[in-house]
């Protein structure tokens, strides 16, 4: 692995720290003082975050520190007790779900959720609903605007998994391919909704070191030639620093530090949420 050269951050109004070629840019995600509560219970309390047009970020905590419910509320499958959630400096309180992806918010999960009975090309297509321009009656009928539609969604399924050297596995069944395949088909399902920003909740769950290696050179790409912002949830700490430009942990559904990945790797309090108190041998 090449080593990796850290990014330089700077301040924005906002105070939030994005990548310096980001600075003209407006933030594509900000989080305000967000929160949430079950019965009482502050899961994620005043989470404050931003992040740049293009910039690779993470969120890593230990089990339970409230990370997955981040993304819930950032994609809607949680309405917030409190704080604002700004996409593109759109505030998207009220929305839901299928609206926040309409806006560009795509995210994938920690067990991979792909339709195993269909094929790879199906599953992309998917993911291309927000930008197929047909009704129900056209489909059924088999009108010309349908088949132009098919065409153009078929064409561009296949242009999205050649990226990823799958395009040779449009007609496979997804319940066929092997697991590393499995996590890019979801990847790339995400990607099919145009998305601004992309959610990665542990896309190396599971994989080896060489499909970990691959993965990390599949984000790059995704971010270089989608020109997209991508965050992501992640316990393999190799990929954390060795990607992210910018890291947030998370403990007890707060925020403990924010920074580069050289300034998690040696904050304190971050080795104590991760390690816990080291007390020193007796001799």
């Given at each position: ?17 994005i990548?310096?070629?980001d ?5 594509v995600l ?8 079950f019965?009482?219970l502050?899961?994620v309390?005043e989470f404050?975050?931003?992040?740049g ?5 993470g969120?890593?905590g230990p089990?339970g ?8 509320l950032l ?9 604002m959630?700004?996409l ?10 299928t609206?926040v ?13 792909l339709?195993?009975?269909l ?5 992309v297509?998917?993911?291309l609903?927000?930008?197929i321009?047909?009704h129900?009656?056209?489909?059924i ?12 969604a078929?064409m561009?399924a ?13 007609d496979v ?6 697991y ?10 995400a ?14 769950a ?12 599949n984000i ?15 316990h393999?700490m190799?990929?954390?620093?060795g ?7 998370l403990?007890?559904?707060k ?10 790797q ?8 991760y ?6 041998e007796k001799?």
């Open positions: 692995m090449t080593e990796k050269k850290e990014t330089k951050l700077v301040s924005v109004p906002s105070t939030t720290m990548p310096e070629r600075i003209n840019k407006p933030l900000e989080a305000i003082h967000l929160g949430i509560e019965g009482g502050k899961a309390e404050n975050i931003g992040i047009a293009t910039e690779i970020a969120l890593i089990n520190a409230g990370k997955t419910t981040i993304f819930n994609t809607k499958v949680y309405q917030p007790t409190h704080g959630i700004l593109d400096g759109k505030d998207t309180a009220g929305m839901n779900t609206q992806n309409k806006e560009g918010i795509a995210r994938t999960f920690q067990n991979i959720r339709f195993d009975k094929t790879v090309e199906e599953n297509k998917v993911g609903h927000n930008h321009n047909y129900v009656p056209a489909s009928l088999r009108t010309p605007k349908y088949w132009k539609e098919e065409k153009k078929h561009r296949l242009e999205l998994l050649d990226i990823f050297d799958m395009a040779d596995m449009a069944p997804a319940a066929s391919l092997p590393g395949a499995q996590r890019r088909l979801e990847i790339v399902r990607l099919a909704t145009e998305p601004k920003l992309l959610l990665l909740d542990e896309p190396a599971g994989m080896n070191p060489a499909e970990t290696e691959e993965l990390m050179n790059k790409k995704i971010r270089d030639e989608f020109q997209i912002a991508i965050m992501l949830i992640e393999d190799n990929l954390v620093m990607i992210c430009e910018s890291i947030a942990v403990n007890f559904g925020v403990i530090a924010k920074g580069t990945p050289s300034e998690i040696n904050n304190p309090q971050v080795i104590e949420a390690l816990g108190s080291r007390k020193e001799a």
